[in-house]
């Protein structure tokens, strides 16, 4: 940035940041300490009303255990996270600090004047607050569906916590009182329908689609049943085991995924033209990708290995959306978009049939087909990924740039007499 400014402007960017330096430096300590102080005070206020799932995890424990091996232990603290929230801070419309975290720490509803706190806490990297863990689910009492996206409505005050379970345990740390909610897809929509920075999109940027139409759910299945499923267990440590739901929200991770989609693939050899057809069927009733759509995609990828396996061929056919900004140009950003430019994502339970054509391998008896459906990696500009990674301690490593395999199909094809 610096290149690009005259002499005069460059001083002066010197003398201000020179003179905040300057100011920060003569605080009177009794200031810095009265900062730090309502810090803290406004910390324990806001996990005194969502104790802090550490609590939790005295009674809970193998509960705690599979909810931290989950992707909504980590809402608010992965790299591509914290990258984005940055993004979107410093982008025009970034005003409202509250905004991403009303899905990824949706307890900042109940706190709006402590904005800045989940902003520092995130930015920071080891938020020592929570993101989405279980007060901010067990203590919703009614999700409105009204709005868009849905909003949870929370109890707070007192010492209650819902659940799906009828034969609660009586304990001395709270109130337990069964809720139909736990049981039902509501419960999940205040997240997982759309995304508040993308409202200017209306419902073309819905996450699920047409979910509520699919037939998993007119047969009576819930978001519950596949990203929460029944196990026998205890829900509090030295409870009588019983059927239970489990907390690590199988999806993108887990085996969960290998049942997401199946490939039929059909291959026509017509002397030098081969011709490969894929059915890709999905298999779940909602949109796939659905997960954060400014850069969540599906990829297909075929590939063609002829002699020696080198491979001869290769394509790829993605699902997922692009955006538009106000000036006509591609971004990754839903809060930057005012269009959608193209959407390709898999609907709910909807087979989708491609066709790939190449030239037939030569000098060789057979080729093998491979064919394979992945959740793409991090995607977005090269500025975007590269904070990512530097902000990972993992960086190149981290999973977010690795794909993740849905299901895979090979198969030995003859080339001919």
């Excluded at 984005?84 to 410093?90: E, I, W």
């Excluded at 990297?125 to 868009?148: E, F, M, N, T, W």
């Excluded at 996206?149 to 009586?170: A, C, H, N, R, S």
């Excluded at 890709?280 to 599906?298: C, Y």
Aim: glycine content about 6%; charged content about 25%.
């Amino acid at each position: 940035m610096a290149a690009s400014m005259g002499r005069g402007q460059g001083r002066q960017a010197i003398g201000l940041s020179v003179s905040l330096m300057v100011c920060i430096a003569f605080l009177p300590a009794g200031a810095i300490h009265t900062v730090r102080a309502q810090t803290v005070q406004s910390q324990s206020l806001i996990e005194k009303t969502f104790p802090h799932s550490n609590k939790c995890k005295r009674c809970h424990e193998r509960v705690y255990e599979e909810w931290e091996t989950s992707p909504l232990s980590k809402s608010i603290h992965s790299p591509a996270f914290r990258t984005a929230l940055d993004a979107y801070l410093k982008s025009p419309g970034g005003k409202d600090q509250a905004l991403c975290f009303r899905c990824h720490a949706p307890h900042v509803r109940e706190f709006p004047e402590q904005a800045q706190l989940f902003v520092d806490q995130a930015k920071g990297g080891d938020p020592s607050l929570d993101g989405v863990a279980c007060s901010q689910c067990h203590l919703i009492k009614h999700v409105d569906r009204a709005k868009h996206p849905p909003e949870p409505k929370y109890e707070v005050g007192g010492k209650t916590l819902y659940g799906p379970y009828k034969d609660f345990v009586q304990n001395l740390a709270h109130q337990s009182m069964e809720s139909s909610l736990f049981q039902k897809s509501d419960l999940c929509l205040n997240c997982h329908q759309s995304v508040p920075s993308a409202a200017n999109l209306g419902k073309s940027n819905d996450l699920l689609g047409n979910w509520d139409q699919s037939r998993a759910v007119k047969s009576g299945k819930e978001c519950q049943t596949c990203h929460m499923p029944q196990q026998v267990g205890e829900s509090a440590n030295g409870e009588k085991k019983r059927t239970i739901a489990n907390h690590s929200f199988p999806g993108r991770l887990g085996k969960l995924r290998q049942e997401a989609a199946k490939l039929a693939v059909q291959t026509k050899v017509d002397g030098d033209k081969t011709t490969v057809t894929v059915k890709v069927q999905s298999l779940v009733p909602h949109n796939l990708p659905a997960t954060h759509p400014a850069w969540a995609s599906v990829v297909l990828n075929l590939e063609i290995k002829g002699k020696n396996l080198k491979t001869v061929f290769s394509d790829k056919r993605v699902y997922g959306r692009t955006y538009q900004d106000a000036q006509g140009q591609p971004t990754i950003f839903d809060f930057e978009a005012v269009k959608v430019a193209e959407d390709t994502v898999l609907k709910p339970e909807e087979t989708r049939e491609e066709t790939f054509t190449f030239h037939t391998p030569k000098d060789t008896k057979t080729f093998d087909v491979e064919v394979g459906l992945n959740y793409a990696p991090l995607t977005g500009p090269a500025s975007f990924l590269q904070r990512v990674e530097a902000e990972s301690s993992q960086g190149s490593q981290d999973p977010a740039f690795q794909p993740i395999e849905i299901v895979k199909r090979t198969e030995n094809v003859p080339v001919g007499k």
